[in-house]
C-alpha cells in the first residue's frame, strides 16, 4: 500500500461548511493499564511519522506535563492537554482544533491517553478517561495490549474492550512487550481470529526502550537533554523501533477515516489584549521548574502580557518583570543549587516584599517556603528518587518547612478562592489537580490563604493558596483552557499592581 501524503485530504470535509467544521485526521493510542508502554510507542510514532515529513500535533489525554514535554520536544509544536473532568465538551473541541492550528497547519494529531482506557473519574461514567475523549473528538482507537507471557488470552482482553463501550471505536491492536515470532504469531492469529480487529503492531521486548523514571513519571525532556548525552539516540532507537514494528501506512489509513470536527464558536484563545503598554511576567523555567501547561503561557500573552523566562538555579539576577509566575517541578532534586543561588532567593524575596504579583503552584510553594528537607527518617518514600538527608533555605517569601516523602497525593481538586488574588476575585471556582509528595509544616497559626478546597488536599485542613502581600503558593494545578479567569485575572492584576 501506498503510504498517504501529508497533504492528502478527506473528501468528505468539501461538502461541510469551511467555518463550522475542521478536518484533522487523527488517531488516539490507548491501553488496557498504565505500564502497557503507551508513551513510548507514541514518542516512536511521533518521531516516525515527523521524519517522514509530517506536522504532527501531539496531545495527551489527563493531566501531565512529563510526557508532553517529549512530544514537543520531539514534533517541534506545543504538545496540548485535554480532560473530560476539568473541560467541557466545547473546550475539549477548542483545545484540540486551536492546538492543530496555530503551530502552523497539522498533518496529523496524535494523541496519547491516560492509564487505561476506561479509567476516569468514578466508576460508573466515562468522566475523565481517555475513552470520553475518544468520544468527543469522534477518533478511533489504537489499543496497545502488555502482551508479556500471554498469547489467546490477548484475544479475551481485546474482546472485553471492544464490548465495554460500543460507543468506542477501536479501530486496531499494538502488542507491546512480545518475546519471539511464535509468541507474535499466536497472539495476533487470536486477536484477529476471536475479535475481527486487525494488529496492526508488534513490539518486541526490549529494555532500551525504556525511558529514565521517577517519583512524578518520566524524567522531563528539558533536564533529560542535558543530563544524558545519548538523548537523541535513544530517540532515534525507539522511533527506528516503531518503524520496525508498526504498520505506519495502516495508521495513517485509520487517521485519515476520522470524521470532520464541528468548531466551537467561544474560543478561548482570542487576543484580548491590555490596550497599551504590555506587563511582563517573568516564567521560572530550568531543571527545577518545567511543568506548565502550554494552553497557560498562550494565554497570559493573549491577555496582554510579555513572557520571559529566568533559571533560579542558572540566572543570578531576576529580570526585569511586573510579576512571576512559578510552575512546578523538582526542586527537591535541585535544592542545594537553589540554595547556593543566594542572590537569586534574596531578589525574589524582596520583590515579594515590595508587593510584586507572584503566583506559585506546587514546586514553585515549595521554593518559596523558608526551608525545604528532603531524605526524611520514616517517612514515606513512594518510588522516590534518591535524595540525601539534608535541609536547604529557600527564598522565605511565604512562611512554613517543606518535607519531601511523607505523603503522596495524586487527585482532582476543586477550588474557590476566598478573597481577591493574583488569580482572580473572590468567589471564582475552579477545578484542577495536585500531585506532589511533599507537605508544608510549621504554618504559623495566623497564615492566610486564598483557597478553600470542597475537593483534594491541599495545604492544610483544606485550604491551598498560602498567601503573603500578592504572593500567592499553593498545591493546586490549574489549567487555563479549564478555569478561563485564569489569564485575564493575572495580567489585570500586574497591572493594576505596576
Known amino acids: ?40 510507542i507514541t514518542i516512536g510514532l511521533l518521531a516516525a511519522l515527523t521524519e517522514a515529513g509530517y506536522n504532527v500535533q501531539p496531545f495527551k489525554v489527563g493531566l501531565d506535563y512529563i510526557d508532553p514535554s517529549y512530544y514537543s520536544e520531539i514534533t517541534g509544536r506545543r504538545a496540548r492537554n485535554m480532560d473530560g473532568f476539568l473541560m467541557e465538551e466545547e473546550s475539549v473541541r477548542d483545545v484540540f482544533i486551536h492546538g492543530c492550528e496555530v503551530d502552523g497547519e497539522a498533518d496529523i494529531a496524535v494523541i496519547e491517553g491516560v ?14 478517561s481517555t475513552a470520553q475523549i475518544a468520544k468527543i473528538l469522534k477518533c478511533s482507537v489504537i489499543l496497545i495490549i502488555n502482551a508479556r507471557s500471554i498469547t489467546r488470552s490477548a484475544a479475551a482482553l481485546v474482546n472485553g474492550f471492544k464490548d465495554f463501550d460500543k460507543d468506542v471505536h477501536i479501530a486496531g491492536v499494538i502488542l507491546n512487550n512480545i518475546g519471539g515470532p511464535r509468541h507474535a504469531t499466536k497472539a495476533k492469529e487470536a486477536i484477529e481470529f476471536y475479535t475481527g480487529i486487525p494488529v496492526i503492531g508488534v513490539i518486541h521486548r526490549n529494555g532500551s526502550m525504556k525511558i529514565s523514571m521517577r517519583h512524578l513519571g518520566l524524567v522531563p525532556a528539558i533536564e533529560e537533554r542535558r543530563r544524558a548525552d545519548n538523548f537523541d539516540e535513544r530517540i532515534t532507537f525507539i522511533r527506528d523501533t516503531i518503524k520496525e514494528g508498526v504498520d505506519i501506512d495502516r495508521l495513517l489509513e485509520i487517521a485519515h477515516n476520522a470524521q470532520p470536527l464541528e468548531k466551537t464558536a467561544n474560543t478561548a484563545f482570542l487576543a484580548k489584549g491590555t490596550g497599551g503598554e504590555r506587563p511582563v511576567i517573568g516564567i521560572a523555567l530550568d531543571e527545577a521548574f518545567n511543568f506548565y501547561y502550554h494552553d497557560n503561557l498562550e494565554l497570559l500573552q493573549l491577555a496582554g502580557a510579555d513572557l520571559r523566562y529566568f533559571s533560579p538555579i542558572h540566572d543570578r539576577k531576576l529580570p526585569d518583570v511586573d510579576g512571576l509566575y512559578i510552575g512546578g517541578g523538582y526542586p527537591e532534586l535541585f535544592a542545594a543549587d537553589l540554595e547556593d543561588n543566594v542572590s537569586m532567593r534574596e531578589d525574589i524575596l524582596t520583590v515579594s516584599r515590595s508587593g510584586l504579583p507572584i503566583y506559585a503552584e506546587c514546586g514553585g510553594l515549595m521554593y518559596l517556603t523558608e526551608k525545604l528537607t528532603t531524605g526524611v527518617k520514616g517517612k514515606g518514600t513512594y518510588h522516590m528518587a534518591e535524595m540525601p538527608e539534608s535541609t536547604h533555605e529557600m527564598v522565605g517569601a511565604l512562611p512554613g518547612h517543606t518535607l519531601m516523602g511523607h505523603k503522596r497525593v495524586v487527585s482532582y481538586n476543586i477550588g474557590s478562592l476566598a478573597m481577591d488574588t493574583v488569580i482572580g476575585k473572590m468567589g471564582n471556582s475552579f477545578r484542577g489537580h495536585e500531585f506532589h509528595h ?6 504559623p497559626k495566623d497564615a492566610k490563604f486564598s483557597i478553600k478546597l470542597s475537593r483534594g488536599t491541599g495545604i492544610i485542613d483544606g485550604w491551598d493558596g498560602l498567601t503573603v502581600n500578592n504572593t500567592l503558593g499553593c498545591y493546586a494545578h490549574l489549567v487555563a483552557s479549564s478555569y478561563r479567569e485564569f489569564a485575564g485575572s493575572f495580567v489585570e492584576f500586574v497591572m493594576k499592581e505596576r
Open 115 to 128: 492509564r487505561g482506557l476506561f479509567e476516569g473519574f468514578d466508576s460508573f461514567t466515562d468522566v475523565g
Open 438 to 443: 511533599s507537605e508544608v509544616t510549621d504554618i
Open 1 to 40: 500500500m501506498q503510504q498517504t501524503s501529508p497533504t492528502d485530504k478527506n473528501p468528505e470535509a468539501s461538502e461541510l461548511p469551511a467555518l463550522a467544521f475542521k478536518e484533522i485526521p487523527r488517531i488516539l493510542l490507548s491501553a488496557g493499564s498504565s505500564s502497557s508502554g503507551k508513551t513510548t
